[in-house]
Every structure is written in structure tokens, then in C-alpha cells.
């Protein structure tokens, strides 16, 4: 808890320099140099440098999994108490790479190089809370759905902005994800400020930037958790949703395997406990 209020606070201090502001989602293109994707491990070249889909094969060979997230979306994922990526989406991952007899190592980056990184080979999975679209479906195979979401409105408390009334609001979203479609495809925002992780848009909301955010359920809830009373999650979900993990094109083996796992821990009611285990924990 104590973190993301940090987070908040430092992002606060940092919203000058936040990408923001642009109507057209398309002008965002260039703006990804802003907060420099992290590497969490050291040794993600490997199977980063040949840019081929990692089949079984190749991943057994070299002895790793690699995958990609954006670590600012509790309690899918967040920067734990050591310092690591931590949350549901990196413990699934984990069991996958269990099942493969392979280590797993997690890069951490800006959601929206993800899809484009697993084009490239980067890693060799997308595991980031991310929604299944139509586009997104043109360009990375997705794996089953393994949680069902929707896009939430964060308003200050006793505001008076519903669904109905977002036309001519200023709203903050993460960028190219989900909220930011939504906000910049259904409503006639007044401006639509676009930032590079989901813990910002709530520092933008306290910080009065901006009339409301939008955002997946369960990270809108830490935020309003952790806005000392500041911010009210209401209670008509704005979507339906459904996450999956993404892989490179035609790569049906790293897809069966994900398949198997995801199913293995549906099946053992694993992914709801770490739902609730890390949503207690973020
Ligand atoms: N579910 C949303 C999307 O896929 C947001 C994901 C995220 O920010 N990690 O666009």
C-alpha cells in the first residue's frame, strides 16, 4: 500500500513532465521515450536478439522463458517489496514456466510497447492485465481468457461526473490501453491525458489534473484504496473485458503450453486465490 501511495506522491511531482494532453491518439506514436522501458533481469537478450518466435525448442534450449509486462498495474503486477516485479500475472507465468522445466525472467516496459515487442521477439509472451481486442488480435495470437475485467470511472469524492456526463471532462488514462480507447473513441472529452502507467492517472485525479480517470477494475480499486478517502470508484463498469496472455504470431507450441497451464490453474481455482493475495498485497 505504502508504495503506490509513494508512487503517487513522486508522480505528482513528475505530472510537468507526463505525457499528456494530446487529443489524437495516433500523435502518441513518438512519445514512448519519455519513462525508459526497465529491465527487471539482465540476461533477456538471448532470446531477444534472434527476433524469432521462441518455439518449445528454443526456449528449452535456452533454458528461459521471457516475459513482458508493465509493472504498474496492481495486483496483475507492481514493483513488490524486494524490489521485483510481483502479482498475478508474473506467479502464472512462473507455474508456465514450471511446466516447461525453464526459469522465468520478467522485462518490464511501457504497455504500449508490449504488442510490438512480442512482434519483434523481445520475449516471448505479453502477460499484463491486457484485454483482448479485434486490432490487438490482428497483430499477436492471444492465449485462453484467464480473468473476465471491465473499464472503471474514478472520480474525486462527491463529484458529481457519471458515465453520462464525461463529454467536455478532462480524463486521464494509461496510454494505448483500454480506458484511453474508450475515452478517446466514446466520449467527446475536452482533453484526454494519456500517461505511461496506470498508478499516475490517480496522482493526476488527487493533484485536480483532471475531471476523472479511466481504468481497469481492479487497479482502479488500489488506487481509490490508496487515496486516503480522496477518490470514489463508481459503480457502472463503462466495458466488458477479457485478459489473455500474447504471443508472436503462429507460435502454437508456447501457446498450447500456456493453454495447458492456464487451465491447469482455472481448473484448481489458483488464479482467483492469487487475485485475492495479491489484491491484499499491492
Ligand atoms: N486491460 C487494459 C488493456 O489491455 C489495461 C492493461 C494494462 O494497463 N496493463 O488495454
Redesign the pocket.
Known amino acids: 500500500m505504502k508504495k503506490i501511495v509513494a508512487i503517487m506522491t513522486a508522480c505528482v511531482l513528475a505530472l510537468s513532465m507526463a505525457a499528456c494532453g494530446s487529443k489524437n491518439p495516433d500523435q502518441n506514436a513518438s512519445s514512448e521515450a519519455s519513462s525508459a522501458a526497465v529491465s527487471e533481469s539482465s540476461g533477456a537478450e538471448a532470446s531477444a536478439a534472434s527476433g524469432e518466435a521462441g518455439g518449445l525448442d528454443t526456449i528449452k534450449a535456452n533454458g528461459k522463458l521471457v516475459m513482458l ?2 509493472a ?2 496492481p495486483p ?2 507492481y514493483i513488490g517489496d524486494d524490489g521485483s516485479v510481483a502479482g498475478v500475472d508474473p506467479d502464472v507465468a512462473a507455474e508456465i514456466a514450471k511446466d516447461l522445466g525453464v526459469e522465468l525472467e520478467i522485462l518490464d516496459m511501457n ?1 504500449d510497447l508490449l504488442i510490438e515487442a512480442v512482434k519483434s521477439g523481445k520475449g516471448d509472451f505479453a502477460a ?4 483482448i ?1 479485434p486490432e490487438r488480435q490482428e497483430q499477436v495470437d492471444f492465449s485462453k481468457e484467464y480473468v473476465k ?1 471491465a473499464q472503471y470511472l474514478i472520480v474525486q469524492k462527491g463529484s458529481s461526473i457519471t458515465k453520462d456526463t464525461l463529454d467536455g471532462t478532462t480524463i486521464a488514462v ?1 496510454e ?6 474508450y475515452a478517446s473513441d466514446e466520449v467527446q472529452a475536452k482533453e484526454v491525458m494519456r500517461f505511461k502507467g ?1 498508478t499516475e492517472t490517480g496522482a493526476a485525479l488527487i493533484a485536480g489534473k483532471c475531471d476523472a480517470v479511466i ?2 477494475k481492479l ?1 482502479a480499486e488500489a488506487i481509490v484504496a490508496n487515496s486516503n478517502g480522496k477518490l470514489e470508484l463508481l459503480p457502472d463498469p463503462l466495458t466488458e ?1 477479457s ?1 489473455a496472455f500474447a504471443v508472436k504470431k503462429g507460435n502454437a507450441e508456447l501457446l498450447d503450453a500456456i493453454n495447458a497451464t492456464l487451465q491447469r490453474l482455472m481448473d484448481e481455482g489458483k488464479i482467483d486465490e492469487l487475485v485475492t493475495e495479491h489484491a491484499n498485497a499491492a
Open positions: 509486462t508493465n504498474t498495474f496483475f503486477e504497455f499484463a492485465g491486457m484485454t481486442t475485467s494509461q494505448s490501453t483500454t480506458g484511453d480507447f496506470a481504468l481497469d487497479p473485458e485478459y
